[in-house]
Structure formats: structure tokens, C-alpha cells
């Protein structure tokens, strides 16, 4: 280990502490100005605290749009195309990695290839088959065009292969078919990828916003990232909206703060050992 | 195993979970490319095939080459500062320090959070009077523009919050690539004498380049697809300076329903992403040490 003087060290510390609070700021700016009076979040010079927190200001965005169902909305979803994705990636990873066939490299290359296009240039006839199916503004359409994911896919096949063969051969010997060796060796033994690859495809899923705001236009339907920007648009921005519309972004952030907070070493471990797309 | 089990489990395993990705994802692109040779306009239930006229018109109109530049423009500037601020903020967590999960969590933090509440509150504080940004500039006197309304600073503005959101995903790649860096390779450079600048150039760049070319297609790939920041923030505006070649398809599309030019766009965005992997892919060999 290289000699690092004190000082040095004292910098770094310095340093990544500026910019650890640069980067947590726009958050902290967001619920101090969610507790603000109309007053204070318009005074010049700033007030960077309010003086007297409004908690009211929570209810009051409540009152205006029925964020807690927008919320629900999107946890539920993500959920539901999670469980998905998580099964039907693992029968092809399982395929990928164990099986023998005709056109598997082909296969695996146009999942490959898929996995680089961007998806919104399949906006336009995916939206025709949605609308075709009569699953047009209902959260079914959300999930069922969702349940494809050529990113689990990828990150199972991936973890799939470090299963050992070993482990593999000996429940075959024991008599173990394709679908026990899937569920009783390979799903125990990538437990911890699959948990990361949940995770972060119910944090993308959550945060979608392009695809679902074309799919559902009822209120009941809303997810939270289409229902905070209609709350956003139609608010207008006047000044006693402000700390209403801050309230309202709290609210929508919260749940995946605290699920950061709880899980953060799972985020963190996961992102850099499966390269995971942005 | 007989011939009839092994059809019948392959029908199963890869058959059922093809099913989605089929539907929503290889028809949809082959869809995708034949209605760009027609002019549906999503309403009406006949359209007429218009052979490359939709092509001829992307190629020919103002419109399409103001978006290419600013695709190529907001491209740029979010991934070269995403990628450098990564690489400083890994450099820093490196050296024994305490608290490292810490600070990873804190400059993380804003990967996790949703682009569009993100984006929301970013347009309060750009507000050109009272946001904080501008009363920030104001104690040092410096020009305080109106960022989301300004033609000259939307595109900046959106950049940074891009930049702001991705720079602790980079960073946590370099750590990653750093780590495995071996201890001995610094100290040859320090016992040389070699100064940072240089030892950044002769040791660190060259074998983090693998993670860099990595983080350059994902960004630009990414960067391609930047959506709803823009929504938010300025609707493609003012004056279509924040207008990208995706929002420029998203309007044609959803707000003109003209599916015949959208769609050509569509395919045209998918060549430049193709061919820009393409470029990287083999042009990395150059530059790659792996």
C-alpha cells in the first residue's frame, strides 16, 4: 500500500465530502422546499430553512391528486413485471445455458443485439398491439408490454453460467428433470444475482415514464412518474403551488429513497458487478 | 431423452418466455421499419405505400438536422463529463479511507431517483428569479440566465441534470476497475517520481480503458434514448433547442400521429445506434488495452 500523508488524506476527505453534498443537494433542496410557506420559498435572499415546517403541505398535495393511488400504481406494476420477468428469464437463461439446439447463437445474438436498440423505436406498433389486445389505459398493458426484459435475460444467463456443472450432474444423476434441476440448483444457487436483477429492474420500472404515460390516460390508472408530471403541468407555477409541488415530488421519490437506504449495499454491489445499463 | 421430449421441453423453455419478446419487441422493430414505407397516419384505416418518400423527407428538412446536432451535442457533453467526474470521484474513494460505503451511497443516491420527480425539481431550481441556482451565481456576480426558457442555456440545463443523475453509476464502475489495479504498479510510478498527471496517463488511463469504452457505449446508447428530462423541463423548446432526434420521433408520433415519418425516423435512429456500437466496438481495438 502506497504511504498516503496526512494531509493527502485530509483532502480526499475534503473533497468527496463537497461533492457528496453537491450531489444529495437537489434532495435536501426538494423537502426543505416541500416544508416551506409560499413566502419563504419565494424569499430573496434565500431562506434556507423554513422556519416553521409545513407538514400540511404533504396533505394539502394529497388533497389535490391521489398520489397514494399513483404510488401504489407503480409499486404494484413493478412488481407483478419483476415476478415476470424473473421467470420467463430464467426458462431462457436455463435454455441458453444448458440446452443443446439448432439457431441457439442466433438467438442469443438478437437478444444481444435488442439489448442495444432503443426501445422507443418500437413506440409505435407496440402501441397498435397493446390497443389491439383492448388492454389501451389499464395497468394490464403496462405489465403484459413490459414482461420482456432482453436485460434479465442477459444478467441470468450470465449468473446462470457460473452455476458449477458438478452440481448440475449430480441432481441429474439423482434422477432430477430440466425443470427440478431449474428450481432446486439453479434458482438457490443465483439467489443473490436475482435479488440484484429484481432490484434494479423494479427502480427502472418504478421510474419509467415514456412508454406508460402513452398507455394509460384515466386518473385511476396513473403511475406516479405520469401522474406527478400531469400534477406538475396543470399546476401551473405560481407561487403558492410551489411547495405543493416539491410535497408531491417527496412523495414519489420516498419509496425508493427508503428502499436505497435499506438495500443500498445490494445497489451498489449489483450495478458494478452485472454492468448495468443506465 | 427421444426426439418428441426434447421438441416439447425447447417449446418450453425458450418457446413460452420468446412469446412476449416476440410480440413486443421483433414485431414491433419489423412493423416499425414497414410502416416507415407508408403514410398511416394512425387514424385512418388505409394508408399508401410511399416507398422512400418518408426517408427523402427526414433527409431533406431542417427539422431533422437542427435534432441530429442536438442528439450529437447532448451526447457529447453528457457523456465526457459523466465519464470524467466518474473517473475523479473513483480516484478519490481509493486510498484506505474510512466511511468509503458512505460517500459511494451519497453520490449514488441520485441514480436511484425517478428522472421525471428529478427533473421537476431541477425546473425550481433553475427558476430564473428566486431558484437556487441563479441566487447561487448572483454572490459571485455571475450571469444569472434563465435556463429553461434561454434558447442558448435549455440544452446546458438539461445536460446538467443528466450529468448530475449518472456521474455516481460511472463512478461506481471505475471503483470497480480501479480496485483490481495492483498496488504495485502506484508505487513503481511513485519511486520514479512520476508526478500525477503522468502517472494518471501512463497507469490508470490505459487500464481502466476497457471500463471506459464500456461506459461510452452504454452512455451513448442511453444518451439516444434521453426522454423524459426534456419532457419535463422544456418540451423540446425554446425554439427547439432542446429538440433531440427521439423527441423529435415522440412528437411525430404521439402529437402529429404521422406514423409513416415517425417510424422512418425511428429506423433511422436505430442505424445510428447500430452503427455508433459498430464504431466504438471496433474502433476501441486502437485504444483498448485489455
Not at chain 1, 11 to 35: D, G, K, N, Q, R
Not at chain 1, 162 to 169: A, C, G, L, N
Not at chain 1, 243 to 263: E, N, T
Not at chain 2, 259 to 284: D, E, H, N, P, W
Request: with cysteine.
Amino acid at each position: 500500500m502506497e504511504m498516503v500523508s496526512r494531509s493527502r488524506k485530509m483532502i480526499h476527505y475534503a473533497l468527496l465530502t463537497i461533492f457528496s453534498i453537491v450531489m444529495v443537494f437537489p434532495l435536501v433542496w426538494m423537502f426543505l422546499s416541500a416544508l416551506k410557506t409560499p413566502e419563504e420559498i419565494f424569499a430573496v435572499p434565500l431562506d434556507w430553512l423554513p422556519s416553521n415546517p409545513q407538514w400540511g403541505n404533504f396533505a394539502g398535495a394529497l388533497e389535490l391528486a391521489p398520489f397514494g393511488l399513483y404510488i401504489f400504481n407503480s409499486t404494484f406494476t413493478a412488481i407483478v413485471i419483476v415476478f415476470f420477468q424473473i421467470i420467463l428469464s430464467s426458462m431462457i437463461a436455463y435454455a441458453l445455458t444448458q440446452m443443446t439446439f439448432k439457431g441457439k447463437k442466433l438467438l442469443f445474438n438478437s437478444i444481444l443485439i435488442t439489448y442495444m436498440l432503443p426501445a422507443a423505436a418500437t413506440y409505435v406498433p407496440s402501441y397498435v398491439i397493446v390497443a389491439k389486445l383492448g388492454l389501451l389505459d389499464t395497468l394490464a398493458g403496462i405489465i403484459i408490454s413490459n414482461i420482456a426484459s432482453v436485460f434479465t435475460i442477459f444478467l441470468m444467463r450470465q449468473a446462470f453460467m457460473q452455476v458449477p456443472k458438478e452440481m448440475i450432474e449430480a441432481a441429474r444423476s439423482e434422477g432430477a428433470n430440466d425443470f427440478a434441476v431449474l428450481r432446486k440448483v439453479m434458482m438457490p444457487m443465483c439467489k443473490s444475482s436475482i435479488f440484484t436483477v429484481g432490484l434494479i429492474s423494479f427502480v427502472q420500472m418504478y421510474n419509467n415514464y415514456l412508454w406508460p404515460s402513452l398507455i394509460v390516460n384515466s386518473q385511476e390508472n396513473y403511475l406516479i412518474t405520469v401522474g406527478l408530471n400531469r400534477f406538475f403541468t396543470t399546476s401551473g407555477t405560481f407561487a403558492d403551488q410551489w411547495p405543493l409541488i416539491m410535497a408531491a415530488s417527496v412523495l414519489a421519490v420516498l419509496p425508493l429513497l427508503i428502499l436505497f437506504v435499506l438495500l443500498q449495499k445490494w445497489f451498489i454491489k449489483g450495478i458494478s458487478d452485472s454492468g448495468v445499463k443506465g | 431423452m427421444n426426439r418428441f421430449g426434447n421438441a416439447g421441453k425447447l417449446l418450453f423453455f425458450v418457446g413460452i418466455p420468446m412469446i412476449p419478446l416476440v410480440v413486443f419487441w421483433f414485431v414491433p422493430m419489423a412493423v416499425s421499419v414497414w410502416l416507415s414505407f407508408t403514410n398511416w397516419d394512425y387514424i385512418s384505416p388505409t394508408f399508401d405505400y410511399v416507398g422512400i418518400e418518408n426517408y427523402a423527407s427526414a433527409l431533406t428538412s431542417a427539422d431533422f438536422y437542427n435534432a441530429l446536432k442536438n442528439t450529437i451535442f447532448f451526447g457529447f457533453w453528457t457523456i465526457l463529463p459523466t465519464i470524467i467526474f466518474g473517473l475523479l470521484l473513483a480516484l478519490l474513494l481509493r486510498k484506505g479511507l474510512k466511511g468509503l460505503t458512505g460517500f459511494k451511497a451519497f453520490l449514488f443516491a441520485p441514480w436511484i431517483t425517478p428522472m421525471v420527480a428529478m427533473s421537476i425539481v431541477w425546473s425550481w431550481i433553475y427558476e430564473p428569479d428566486v431558484g437556487l441556482l441563479n441566487q447561487i451565481l448572483g454572490w459571485f456576480n455571475l450571469r444569472q440566465p434563465s435556463w429553461l426558457t434561454d434558447s442558448e442555456m435549455a440544452m446546458w440545463a438539461i445536460i446538467i441534470v443528466t450529468v448530475w443523475k449518472n456521474a455516481g453509476w460511472a463512478m461506481l464502475f471505475y471503483a470497480d476497475a480501479l480496485s483490481k489495479i495492483p498496488d504495485e504498479l502506484y508505487e513503481v510510478g511513485n519511486i520514479e517520481g512520476a508526478g500525477w498527471l503522468q502517472r494518471m496517463k501512463t497507469i490508470v488511463i490505459p487500464l481502466v480503458s476497457p471500463t471506459t469504452l464500456f461506459l461510452i457505449i452504454i452512455s451513448a446508447i442511453d444518451s439516444i434514448q434521453a426522454y423524459d428530462q426534456i419532457q419535463v423541463m422544456t418540451q423540446g423548446g425554446p425554439a427547439g433547442s432542446t429538440r433531440t432526434l427521439l423527441y423529435l420521433y415522440y412528437q411525430m408520433a404521439f402529437e402529429q400521429f404521422n406514423m409513416g415519418q415517425a417510424t422512418a425516423l425511428a429506423t433511422l435512429i436505430v442505424i445510428l445506434t447500430g452503427v455508433l456500437a459498430l464504431i466504438m466496438f471496433y474502433g476501441s481495438k486502437r485504444w483498448v488495452h485489455y
